[in-house]
């Protein structure tokens, strides 16, 4: 299976109502999110396109897993999660209507590297963790309170300044 970045929409020749299935294989990109780099199953994805010609344009249809790794969010420690695309486009050239139009669709060309990447960046979840549970780091040292026992990690409480002269009255 060869990596393609693009697909000739018009090289398929589909008739209206016809439909063909590509087994492909994208290179999906790593992706930078709040400064952090997450890294996609380098080397290659396996993904299905599904076309669809419609009387005035086409139906699409992207497929693909893999896992995404990169810094958990909360404790900083490597984590990986599964990630699972399925994502649709309409493409009917002429129209004025934006959802009728894709933008990865120009001249009769699919830009599949860039349906994927975008396909990816919106079905990572809000926060990557390494583990549901992940208790994060410490606020005042920064150690992982995932290896400390549950209330074991604690710090003396400094005295507020603002309640300084009130001390020394005492």
């Not at 970045?5 to 109502?17: E, K, S």
């Not at 380098?42 to 995404?68: H, M, Q």
Request: glycine share 10%; with cysteine.
């Amino acid at each position: 299976m060869s990596r393609v970045h693009t697909i000739d929409l018009a090289r398929l020749g589909l008739a209206p109502g016809q439909g063909a299935r590509l087994e492909v294989e994208i290179g999906a990109d790593s992706l930078e999110i709040g400064g952090s780099r997450y890294a996609f199953d380098p080397g290659g994805t396996p993904a299905r396109v599904d076309l669809s010609r419609t009387a005035a344009g086409y139906a699409l249809r992207l497929r693909y897993a893999g896992v995404l790794a990169g810094p958990c969010v909360r404790c900083l420690a490597e984590a990986e999660m599964p990630v699972e695309v399925d994502v649709r486009e309409v493409d009917q050239p002429g129209t004025q209507d934006e959802e009728l139009t894709s933008p990865y669709v120009e001249n009769g060309d699919l830009d599949l590297s860039a349906w994927a990447h975008d396909a990816l960046v919106l079905a990572v979840p809000q926060q990557v963790l390494c583990r549901d549970d992940c208790a994060g780091l410490c606020a005042v040292c920064g150690e992982s309170l995932n290896q400390a026992p549950e209330g074991a990690h604690e710090h003396p409480r400094e005295p507020d300044p603002r309640w300084a002269k009130l001390r020394d009255l005492q």
